[in-house]
């Protein structure tokens, strides 16, 4: 009886390892299945085309586009833009930005509807205290808008300064729309950049808006080596 116990135990074990083991298979084969899926949804969402915008002229929308320098904030910065934008009015501006903290300057299209502003804030904010300054600002859109779709964020540097951004889709009375939105320390202060447009427009205009924030200069980085405000 003793030994036939110890069989059964044994066989139980066996079992057990068995069972275990087509357990492990089972896993195995479902991570690989799933690792494409989690792979081909990164890949979409990183993969983008390249937008070049030291060019003269750039595509949009199968149309060829002029691009311009444009500098900015009394000549703090300057950025590269496609030949479509202008300041938006004052009247405008109070329309589609009702707070009286809107953005110092407000870019804009024809439609109205491809908008880039710029706002240098009275915030106190130092270069070494960008990337902090990012997540907060991540803290309180997540907080504002727990419905968003959030496609990316970090932090780079761009003209040798440091840039944190985020790209986020955040839903609207007339539709979603898609914001690129990069912060930086100029002379102190907090600027906080935003480019905005219908999501129906983001295949086309993404590229462009991540090409033109990259095209940042900053007029306070010295050439000489000197300090760096």
């Known amino acids: 009886m003793k030994f036939l116990d110890e069989k059964i135990i044994a066989l139980r074990n066996e079992m057990r390892e068995q069972e275990q083991f087509e357990l492990a298979q089972k896993e195995a084969a479902l991570k690989k299945e799933q690792e494409p899926e989690e792979q081909n949804a990164e890949q979409e969402e990183q ?21 311009v320098e444009q500098p900015l904030l009394d000549g703090k910065m ?4 496609p030949n479509l934008f202008f300041l938006m009015s004052k009247e405008i501006a109070a329309l589609k930005y009702p707070s009286e903290r809107r953005p110092t300057l407000i870019y804009t299209d024809d439609s109205s509807t491809i908008n880039l502003a710029f706002n240098l804030t009275p915030h106190r904010l130092k270069e070494d205290g960008v990337a902090a300054f990012q997540e907060n600002m991540i ?3 997540e907080q504002a808008q727990p419905s968003a779709d959030w496609l990316d964020t970090e932090v780079i540097k761009i003209d040798e300064k440091t840039v944190g951004f985020l ?5 609207a ?3 979603d729309i898609f914001n690129l939105m990069f912060f930086a320390s100029i002379e102190g202060l907090a600027l906080i950049g935003t480019f905005n447009c219908m999501e129906d427009d983001l295949e086309t205009w993404r590229p462009v808006a991540r090409a033109m924030m990259e095209s940042l200069q900053f007029a306070s980085i010295s050439r000489n080596g ?3 405000l």
């Not at 070049?52 to 949009?60: A, F, L, S, W």
């Not at 300057?78 to 833009?81: L, N």
């Not at 790209?167 to 839903?171: A, G, L």
């Open 167 to 171: 790209e986020i889709i955040t839903p």
């Open 47 to 67: 993969d983008f085309p390249k937008v070049n915008i030291y060019q003269d002229y750039i595509m949009i929308d199968d149309e060829k586009v002029s691009v």
């Open 226 to 228: 000197g300090t760096v």
């Open 139 to 141: 803290d309180i859109l």
């Open 78 to 81: 300057s950025i590269r833009m």
């Open 173 to 175: 009375i007339d539709g």
